[in-house]
């Protein structure tokens, strides 16, 4: 069964809203779909409960009216924009749901220009009926229960390989984030998007806005990283985890530089990527930690093959497991953000003697 979040203006087509939390929630269920002029109880704290509802969904309507950019106000207060950015940041599903003869405007504004790559479905008065039954068939086939992570074996290894499709913010079952970072070791803007900029913003203290008022991992990582900036490739520096302790389990940040930058060529993923993955293994095995999420290193900004550094870090896992039987690790997982990535990791599983876990 889906869990739902309607998105929308106050101040334009709220009626539509209305409307459509009213149906889906009797074919899914009240508890299954939040409108925030619906689902909100005297006295709840508004913030806390919009996000906190919109966290645990897997599905955000945007409903968008012909005029909804004209009421648009700053991202930072705006929280229609600010709900939609932080769906994307989530690897939420975001479907636009544009209302009668509206548009997706050609400017959006930042944080939510995804939405131009968003299909779209669409409510018209005169078929509104047909067009909210589509809806639900789409929400059926669209948002099922979040699929457990992929785990295999090597031989009698008490330390699993696995794969977690999906944004990191879902991820709550790991001791460990790894963190791409360039030999500078200096982290993303909170506003890129980014691991480094997810982990520093989640990661960081923030007021009822969401404006940073403590940039806890940005500010150990600094103090450890200025004395020896720039760092070799593939240095880990290991810090704390801020808030990301209470919100997602995380206990440590393992910061490794996999990128390096070239004048005049911009950045490139570090030679040795495998070896990022082997000195991050090493850093934590003291912690006695028993499981660390590693990103693919160095695709994003740095733009390299995703296939061949799923090959490469999973290698590199693989080969740590299996000479290091007494590890206290339990499971070494990679995160698939979308499809390509999944693919590329289950594509690298297989080309190893790694046995899928019943």
């Given at each position: 069964?889906?869990?739902?979040?309607?998105?929308?203006?106050?101040?334009?087509?709220?009626?539509?809203?209305?409307?459509?939390h009213?149906?889906?929630?009797?074919?899914?269920?009240?508890?299954?779909?939040?409108?925030?002029?619906?689902?909100?109880r005297?006295?709840?704290?508004?913030?806390?409960?919009?996000?906190?509802?919109?966290?645990?969904?897997?599905?955000?309507?945007?409903?968008?009216?012909?005029h909804?950019?004209d009421?648009?106000?700053?991202?930072?207060?705006?929280?229609?924009?600010?709900?939609?950015?932080e769906?994307f940041e989530?690897?939420?599903?975001?479907?636009?749901?544009?209302?009668?003869d509206?548009?997706l405007?050609?400017?959006?504004?930042?944080?939510?220009?995804?939405?131009?790559?968003?299909q779209?479905?669409?409510?018209?008065?005169?078929?509104?009926?047909?067009?909210?039954s589509?809806l639900?068939?789409?929400?059926?086939?669209?948002?099922?229960?979040?699929?457990?992570?992929?785990?295999?074996r090597?031989?009698?290894?008490?330390?699993?390989?696995?794969?977690?499709?999906g944004?990191?913010?879902?991820?709550?079952?790991c001791d460990?984030w790894?963190?791409?970072?360039?030999?500078?070791m200096?982290?993303?803007?909170?506003?890129?998007?980014?691991?480094?900029?997810?982990?520093?913003?989640?990661?960081?203290?923030?007021?009822?806005?969401?404006?940073?008022?403590?940039?806890?991992?940005?500010?150990?990582?600094?103090?450890?990283?200025?004395?020896?900036?720039?760092?070799?490739p593939?240095?880990?520096?290991v810090?704390?985890?801020?808030?990301?302790?209470?919100?997602?389990?995380?206990?440590?940040?393992?910061?490794?530089?996999?990128?390096?930058?070239?004048?005049?060529?911009?950045?490139?993923?570090?030679s040795d990527i495998?070896?990022?993955?082997?000195?991050?293994?090493?850093?934590?095995?003291?912690?006695?930690?028993?499981?660390?999420?590693?990103?693919?290193?160095?695709?994003?900004?740095?733009?390299?093959?995703?296939?061949?550094?799923?090959?490469?870090v999973?290698?590199?896992?693989?080969?740590?497991?299996?000479?290091?039987?007494?590890?206290?690790?339990?499971?070494?997982?990679?995160?698939?953000?979308?499809?390509?990535?999944?693919?590329?990791?289950?594509?690298?599983?297989?080309?190893?003697?790694?046995?899928?876990e019943?």
């Amino acid at each position: 069964m889906p869990t739902v979040f309607v998105n929308y203006r106050v101040l334009e087509q709220p009626g539509y809203a209305t409307l459509l939390h009213r149906e889906l929630a009797q074919t899914f269920g009240q508890d299954r779909v939040f409108l925030a002029s619906r689902s909100l109880r005297a006295g709840d704290d508004f913030v806390q409960e919009v996000f906190a509802h919109l966290r645990r969904s897997q599905v955000l309507l945007a409903v968008i009216g012909p005029h909804w950019l004209d009421h648009t106000g700053d991202p930072g207060e705006d929280w229609v924009l600010r709900e939609i950015t932080e769906a994307f940041e989530l690897g939420i599903r975001v479907v636009p749901v544009l209302v009668e003869d509206a548009v997706l405007p050609a400017d959006l504004p930042p944080g939510v220009e995804a939405l131009h790559r968003c299909q779209y479905v669409r409510l018209r008065h005169y078929s509104i009926d047909s067009d909210i039954s589509a809806l639900v068939t789409h929400l059926r086939g669209i948002a099922g229960d979040r699929p457990s992570p992929s785990v295999f074996r090597l031989g009698d290894r008490p330390c699993r390989i696995g794969i977690h499709a999906g944004s990191i913010r879902r991820v709550h079952d790991c001791d460990v984030w790894v963190n791409s970072e360039n030999t500078d070791m200096r982290m993303a803007r909170h506003t890129d998007f980014s691991v480094s900029a997810i982990i520093r913003y989640w990661g960081s203290l923030r007021d009822e806005s969401g404006r940073i008022t403590a940039d806890l991992v940005a500010d150990e990582l600094e103090a450890l990283a200025a004395p020896r900036r720039p760092v070799a490739p593939g240095t880990a520096l290991v810090t704390g985890s801020g808030a990301l302790e209470s919100t997602n389990n995380v206990r440590h940040v393992v910061h490794v530089a996999a990128v390096q930058g070239e004048p005049g060529a911009g950045y490139r993923q570090v030679s040795d990527i495998g070896g990022c993955v082997t000195t991050a293994l090493a850093r934590v095995e003291p912690l006695g930690v028993r499981t660390i999420l590693f990103p693919l290193l160095g695709t994003g900004v740095a733009g390299a093959d995703v296939a061949h550094t799923a090959r490469m870090v999973v290698q590199a896992a693989a080969y740590h497991v299996e000479r290091h039987p007494e590890t206290p690790l339990r499971r070494i997982s990679f995160l698939a953000y979308d499809d390509h990535e999944r693919f590329a990791l289950e594509d690298a599983v297989r080309m190893l003697p790694l046995v899928p876990e019943s």
